[in-house]
């Protein structure tokens, strides 16, 4: 296989990224199915991502199932322990929920209670809302119960490539992959070069966004755009050397990578559109504390949503969930700058 830079590109919204990884997998693997509710002819889902693909390759493999999540995935695993590789869509994160006993209580157990026998080599992509006015139901980061879970690994991509690599990367994993993709990243309309075919980037591999010197800011998801936007501000206005860590796999973690990081840095701050109390960036403050608290400067700093359902009004929606100003504000905290000071 090529490597990303030998590869020719394309310029892709992040949700045609998706749908070119869905379309070569399609393509060059029979065992590819897809299920989803509206996925088919015409809408191709709700954010477009299946668009076109039951036309290239029937109904037999882009199965638009009726309205039942706990269904859906209990249809993929089943098609998984026969030999396929489904790949399901679940509408949004939210329904979670109703599709748990599933996910949880069967794809991420059969490897373990089998001694290795059996394994599910499912992909379930889910909506992740939130910055929409989706209301209480339809807004929820609930990514730090399935990191919970042993037996499932959690995608977050940020960009066009990294979600088509990531996206291919799970459709070809032995295990249950959850493949979280940002409805406000896939509402953009902006395109990136994004390599065509056989693109793939390996599950467990951070990246650095940006080097820096002086702190080292932890993201995933569309929470790295609001750190990129931060840390311009930090040079800008503090001078402040900024590295940026976008985790792109939550499980596994490249917490080798979020070290040395923050060994060089001495300063770490973890920021996520989830909710803050009990969210994913406190388990890796805690690993960050655990290694190296005799060498940081200040404690690690999370920035999270506040803890309460995502309210429907625009202006309450913004004031619930952070953004580059609120981690820039803590920025200044950790440096000990105050508002006089800028």
């Not at 590789?85 to 929920?97: A, G, K, S």
């Not at 793939?200 to 951070?206: C, E, S, V, Y």
């Not at 608290?293 to 999370?302: F, G, I, P, T």
């Amino acid at each position: 296989m090529k490597r990303a830079h030998e590869l020719s590109t394309s310029l892709m919204t992040f949700a045609e990224a998706l749908n070119s990884a869905l379309d070569y997998a399609l393509q060059t693997n029979p065992d590819v199915i897809l299920l989803g509710e509206d996925i088919g002819i015409p809408s191709g889902g709700i954010y477009r991502v299946t668009q076109g693909l039951e036309e290239c390759y029937g109904a037999r493999r882009v199965i638009t199932t009726p309205i039942s999540e706990q269904g859906i995935i209990g249809m993929g695993i089943g098609l998984a322990l026969c030999g396929k590789r489904p790949v399901v869509e679940i509408m949004l994160m939210d329904y979670l929920t109703i599709a748990s006993d599933q996910l949880i209580n069967h794809a991420a157990k059969f490897r373990y209670t089998t001694n290795g026998a059996s394994h599910v080599p499912l992909t379930v992509r889910m909506h992740v809302g939130g910055g929409t006015m989706g209301g209480a139901q339809h807004s929820q980061s609930l990514e730090a119960w399935l990191t919970h879970t042993p037996g499932l690994n959690v995608i977050m991509p940020s960009t066009p490539e990294d979600a088509k690599g990531l996206l291919l990367s799970c459709i070809n994993n032995d295990d249950p992959c959850i493949m979280l993709e940002c409805v406000e990243l896939l509402w953009s309309g902006d395109r990136h070069p994004v390599p065509t075919g056989a693109h793939q980037i390996p599950l467990g591999k951070a990246r650095i966004m940006k080097v820096g010197d002086d702190i080292s800011l932890i993201a995933y998801g569309r929470s790295v755009a609001w750190c990129l936007r931060a840390a311009e501000l930090a040079r800008q206005r503090l001078g402040i050397s900024c590295e940026i860590i976008d985790l792109r796999s939550l499980v596994p973690l490249d917490l080798d990578l979020i070290l040395n990081s923050v060994k060089k840095t001495r300063r770490a701050l973890i920021a996520h559109a989830a909710s803050k109390f009990c969210g994913y960036g406190a388990e890796i403050a805690c690993q960050i504390t655990e290694s190296l608290h005799a060498c940081l400067h200040h404690h690690v700093v999370r920035v999270g949503s506040l803890t309460s359902p995502a309210p429907y009004s625009m202006f309450l929606e913004k004031q619930h969930m952070p953004d580059e100003s609120r981690i820039f504000d803590k920025i200044m905290d950790i440096f000990g700058i105050t508002g006089n000071d800028r």
